[in-house]
């Protein structure tokens, strides 16, 4: 009667080892709308363990989807990924295998004296059995329950960073190869420009031999021709930096990876926003954030159980006998049936330990799961920002460069007609090159923004 009541009390003190509540207070709140938003949006389901969608197939450009699809076969940060997912869901079967009952066969030899059922002064025999163990643990309190709970969050979780971790690849896939097209076009942009710069230095030459122009215009030309050629010679290497960069991403070694140029022809899509809810439902690290944390939170319930006790129910099974040859007999039988109460009285603090280990942990979970909710809103704000005043640069721009291009081609007659200096001619031409350059670099930043926006959204988005 005394251990049933004892039993009986640990049952009604079991609600303390459940797994604490969270404070909304310590979530962010989610807006209603974004601020930098243009009205266009659209909704989706929570999905964090899917498939992010061929979101790339929308710049219609097919170099583009092969490297994609050679980075998700070799990319190693998505293997490395994969590989952890497979240790959680280990760990899951690991959990749940706790909470199945225990079958073992065994077989053992003693060579023992002084056996209970032997007279005094009997000399040493050997007790030889073999027979099957069966055990449970009775879970009364939810402790294995609550850690395979955990360890299936823990799982999901990783099954959420995998996809996270393939977006972050190919967006970073994506970024790396429109930014490579941009410097193949600034490349031929500039090397254009070094046989505009030839064809000066070849007038000015001839005016110099008429006697028509001094010397200090030869060596202003060739000072161009010459400065221009260096800043082709500094694309041409950063073009192999974002070569050697892609190989990375795919997996491949940098000396036998090679991109051929070719025009930059990558359509650039308008990616709908959503609303707000959309982004915490879409993006894999904010889910898996969020599983983390409801682990975190099943963690502490299995630390506050430690507190209770633990009943373990033993059955065997088998023959026993000191001489072999009897072994196998059925008066050689032998079996027990038990049960085992463990009950813990003190520990030195061990316990209230684990409880508070816990729960910091879980402290660290839900600030983790705070930052990277407001890190996700911060993202497509950035990015909607920056598409939104890229589109403005962008028309400025194009208005500059026309006016640049006038002005050259009005610099240039009067050159040859003799009624400007050369002077005022290289000037023209340095105006239009620098602001076609600008040019480019703010489309080339109107793609890189795309890409973000999409991978701030959590993916999810076809064309």
Known sequence: MKTISILVTALVLAGCATAPEIDPASLPTTPVAFKEGDGRWTRATPAEAQPRGQWWKAFNDPALDELIARADRGNTELQVAAARLAQAQASLKAANADRLPFLGLGAAAFRERGLPDLPAGSPPVT???VGATLGYEADLFGRLASAAKAAKLDAQSREGLVQSTR???????????????????????????????????????????????????????RTEVAA?????????????????????????????FQLRESAWDTALPIVPAGVPGTVLARRPDVSAAQLSLMAAQQRVGVAKAAWFPSVTLTATGGQASTDISDLFKWSARAWTVGALLSMPI????????GIDNASAEMDIAVARYREQVLGAFRDVEDQLSALHLLAEQADAQARAVTAASRTTALSGTR????????????????????????????????????????????GGWDA
């Open 167 to 221: 977006l972050a690849v190919q967006a970073t896939v994506a970024q790396t190869y429109l930014a490579l097209r941009a410097v193949d076009t600034e490349r031929a942009l500039v090397r254009g420009t070094v046989t505009t710069y030839l064809e000066t230095l070849k007038l000015t030459e001839r005016r110099f031999g008429a006697g028509d122009v001094a010397e200090l215009d030869v060596t202003r030309a």
């Open 346 to 353: 003190f520990d030195g603090g061990r316990r209230q330990a």
């Open 127 to 129: 007790l030889t059995t």
């Open 228 to 256: 221009t050629e260096s800043e082709a010679l500094a694309l041409d290497r950063r073009r192999a930096e974002l070569e050697h960069a892609l190989a990375v991403l795919v997996g491949e070694p940098a000396s036998t």
């Open 415 to 458: 050159y040859r007609n003799g009624l400007v200096s050369q002077l005022e001619l290289l000037d023209a031409q340095r105006s239009e090159l620098r602001n076609r350059r600008q040019a480019l670099a703010v489309r080339s930043a109107q793609y890189q923004a795309t890409v973000g926006l999409v991978r701030a959204l959590g």
